[in-house]
């Protein structure tokens, strides 16, 4: 009794200083809130109507989407360990990708009716941007494990909840999206945070000895790296540069053509380039012929995979896996042709397609495309939150 007094009190308070200052839409006086709470309704009351009464709806293929996350099959591995905690416990679970959709999410009977009226349901959108201050929404931002309880929420339809949200990162460290648990605030208990924790250090696991299987992944759109078993290869950006060219070129290429697309005009001897190459061979297990430049075996690569979805019109699939330019610190001749071939490649797709979707998240990794950010305004619907974010990014790109 006494534990729920306390959270009735803490409540009620937090209840009061919601209603001093998120209508007039900024702090009034001395404040008891915790900085990144109020750090985050002043940016979430930007975008956000706290008046809202559920979250909108992610309008892409969401079962599509879980069926190919790398979340899919730890989650599933652990199912009996989140009916326990869900059903057993009364709370309702969830599991977003990086964007903040959530992808599943399971309850017991009680909790998953309270969680479809907010739309806290596969599809849901939970982002700052979209949801304003919640507990997904600053372990998103926060890559940090996060606490919102009853009306630290900026959105009054969540004021009966209390959410616990831990992130979930992959091998590389990357966040792959977030696990989060609610119930309502008079549940509210301090070991459930322990069990998010536990439970998202279970998936890790898992999601990271599944990773680790032998074998070599080229990553090169927005950053460059090399992975071998599941762990990261040494190279000069040089190295990077000519695997990429050669992913990209499984045909290959003869010493001539090769020596061109990565020095140019540039005067370096011939030697210089065969040194290059037999440092690969020993760098990626000798898989690369000599009489033509070629790959023994495909080399799995992120560009790669865009190119492959471009060819197949598969719009969603490449603006998913569109990162960022190829190796966007070289200036190597063909690495500087492909780059362009790409960009020109998924911004024509995306300035092609009828999904807002799309263009917001290639804008992503544009900021600098008002064709892009202007297209995503044209095709978001009057009262769509994300109109300001297409918005924003718009006003910043007219006036860099």
């Given at each position: 009794?006494?534990?729920?007094?306390?959270?009735?009190?803490?409540?009620?308070?937090l209840?009061?200083?919601?209603?001093?200052?998120?209508?007039?839409?900024?702090?009034?006086?001395?404040?008891?809130?915790?900085?990144?709470?109020?750090?985050?309704?002043?940016?979430?009351?930007?975008?956000?109507?706290?008046?809202?009464?559920?979250?909108?709806?992610?309008?892409?293929?969401?079962?599509?989407?879980?069926?190919?996350?790398?979340?899919?099959?730890?989650?599933?591995?652990?199912?009996?360990?989140?009916?326990?905690?869900?059903?057993?416990?009364?709370?309702?679970?969830?599991?977003?990708?990086?964007?903040?959709?959530?992808?599943?999410?399971?309850?017991?009977?009680v909790?998953?009716?309270?969680?479809?009226?907010?739309?806290?349901?596969?599809?849901?959108?939970?982002?700052?941007?979209?949801?304003?201050?919640?507990?997904?929404?600053?372990?998103?931002?926060?890559?940090?494990?996060?606490?919102?309880?009853?009306?630290?929420?900026?959105v009054?339809?969540?004021?009966?909840?209390?959410?616990?949200?831990?992130?979930?990162?992959?091998?590389?460290?990357?966040?792959?999206?977030?696990?989060?648990?609610?119930?309502?605030?008079?549940?509210?208990?301090?070991?459930?945070?322990?069990?998010?924790?536990?439970?998202?250090?279970?998936?890790?696991?898992?999601?990271?000895?599944?990773?680790?299987?032998?074998?070599?992944?080229?990553?090169?759109l927005?950053?460059?790296?090399?992975?071998?078993?599941?762990?990261?290869v040494?190279?000069?950006?040089?190295?990077?540069?000519?695997?990429?060219?050669?992913?990209?070129?499984?045909?290959?290429?003869?010493?001539?053509?090769?020596?061109f697309?990565?020095?140019?005009?540039?005067?370096?001897?011939?030697s210089?380039?065969k040194?290059?190459?037999?440092?690969?061979?020993?760098?990626?297990?000798?898989?690369?012929?000599?009489?033509?430049?070629?790959?023994?075996?495909?080399?799995?690569?992120?560009?790669?995979?865009?190119?492959?979805?471009?060819?197949?019109?598969?719009?969603?699939?490449?603006?998913?896996?569109?990162?960022?330019?190829?190796?966007?610190?070289?200036?190597?001749?063909?690495?500087?042709?492909?780059?362009?071939?790409?960009?020109?490649?998924?911004?024509?797709?995306v300035?092609?397609?009828?999904?807002?979707?799309?263009?917001?998240?290639?804008?992503?990794?544009?900021?600098?495309?008002?064709?892009?950010?202007e297209?995503?305004?044209?095709?978001?619907?009057?009262?769509?939150?994300?109109?300001?974010?297409?918005?924003?990014?718009?006003?910043?790109?007219?006036?860099?």
């Amino acid at each position: 009794m006494a534990q729920r007094r306390s959270l009735a009190q803490q409540r009620a308070a937090l209840e009061q200083e919601w209603s001093r200052w998120v209508p007039a839409g900024t702090p009034q006086g001395d404040s008891a809130l915790r900085s990144e709470v109020a750090q985050s309704w002043l940016r979430s009351l930007r975008t956000v109507d706290p008046a809202c009464d559920h979250a909108p709806h992610d309008e892409a293929d969401v079962a599509a989407r879980w069926a190919r996350s790398p979340l899919r099959t730890p989650v599933s591995e652990l199912t009996d360990q989140l009916r326990g905690v869900t059903e057993d416990a009364g709370y309702v679970a969830a599991i977003t990708d990086e964007s903040g959709t959530i992808l599943w999410s399971h309850g017991g009977p009680v909790m998953r009716r309270r969680a479809e009226q907010v739309n806290f349901a596969p599809g849901g959108r939970w982002d700052e941007a979209h949801m304003g201050t919640n507990a997904l929404s600053l372990a998103l931002r926060t890559e940090r494990p996060h606490t919102v309880f009853s009306a630290e929420h900026l959105v009054a339809a969540l004021h009966g909840w209390v959410c616990y949200c831990a992130p979930i990162r992959g091998a590389d460290g990357h966040q792959l999206g977030v696990l989060d648990l609610s119930t309502t605030w008079d549940r509210a208990h301090p070991l459930a945070m322990a069990t998010a924790r536990t439970l998202v250090s279970a998936i890790e696991t898992k999601l990271h000895h599944r990773m680790a299987t032998p074998g070599v992944r080229l990553t090169c759109l927005g950053t460059g790296r090399l992975t071998r078993d599941g762990a990261p290869v040494r190279l000069r950006p040089r190295h990077l540069e000519i695997l990429a060219l050669l992913a990209l070129e499984p045909e290959g290429y003869t010493h001539e053509r090769l020596h061109f697309a990565v020095y140019g005009d540039r005067p370096v001897g011939a030697s210089t380039l065969k040194s290059e190459m037999s440092y690969l061979r020993r760098a990626t297990g000798g898989d690369i012929t000599s009489r033509v430049y070629q790959l023994v075996s495909p080399l799995p690569c992120d560009a790669v995979d865009v190119l492959a979805a471009l060819e197949a019109g598969d719009t969603a699939t490449a603006v998913e896996l569109y990162r960022g330019p190829l190796l966007p610190d070289s200036d190597t001749p063909g690495i500087v042709r492909w780059r362009e071939y790409l960009e020109v490649g998924v911004r024509t797709a995306v300035l092609s397609s009828v999904s807002a979707e799309h263009a917001l998240r290639y804008g992503e990794h544009a900021p600098h495309d008002i064709e892009v950010h202007e297209h995503a305004l044209r095709l978001l619907p009057a009262g769509d939150g994300r109109r300001a974010l297409a918005a924003a990014r718009l006003h910043s790109a007219l006036h860099d």
